[in-house]
């Protein structure tokens, strides 16, 4: 997967207009940019993805976000099945704690 990695960057007043547009509150912007700023404004695309969730943003928002920084619809989808097996994995790690051992 890191053959296909790709860097997208927008600058923070930009991504601050794209948030208001989406009506995104302040408050939820000052946690979504603390979160940036302890990742040194520089994260993943699960862990965004995660942020402008807990942001108040949908998936049809977030992808609208997605193209406005030239992302193309195959690379969001990547990137939500990325975010969506991330979840799976971790609350089926939650739920089941089986060992198998084969003799």
Request: aromatic share 6%; glycine share 4%; charged share 30%.
């Amino acid at each position: 997967m890191a053959d296909n990695a790709e860097t997208f960057t927008i600058s923070r007043p930009e991504l601050r207009r794209m948030l208001t547009a989406f009506g995104v509150t302040e408050k939820n912007m000052a946690a979504l940019f603390s979160s940036m700023e302890k990742a040194h404004r520089h994260i993943n695309i699960i862990a965004f993805v995660s942020m402008l969730e807990k942001a108040g943003l949908d998936r049809d928002e977030a992808s609208n976000l997605f193209r406005r920084l030239n992302m193309g619809d195959i690379t969001i989808k990547r990137a939500f099945d990325l975010v969506d097996e991330e979840r799976i994995n971790s609350e089926t790690g939650r739920l089941y704690d089986v060992t198998v051992d084969v003799s």
